[in-house]
């Protein structure tokens, strides 16, 4: 099963080190447990997690983080 999760949607819920985190990242496919137990905490989701605590990053939403990293840039 694909668990993905929709950082666009939820950008402005993130907190500001979170947020660099994934412009640190820009090109992770999978956000480590840690991070992804961070995330969730922010947004209140927890449906995205796979079997590893992980969650992968659709294509959209890699792309959205390297806008961001761009800009911050």
């Known amino acids: 099963m694909l668990i993905v999760v929709h950082i666009k949607e939820f950008w402005d819920q993130l907190s ?12 992770t496919m999978i956000v480590p447990r840690t991070v992804t137990a961070i995330i969730n905490g ?3 989701e927890s449906d995205t997690v ?21 800009r911050a840039g």
Request: glycine content about 12%; hydrophobic content about 20%.
């Open 42 to 44: 922010e947004t209140g």
């Open 16 to 27: 500001s080190d979170t947020q660099q985190w994934l412009i640190d990242n820009p090109g």
């Open 50 to 70: 796979d079997a590893h605590g992980g969650t992968q990053l659709t294509d959209e939403d890699r792309h959205f983080i390297q806008d961001q990293a761009r």
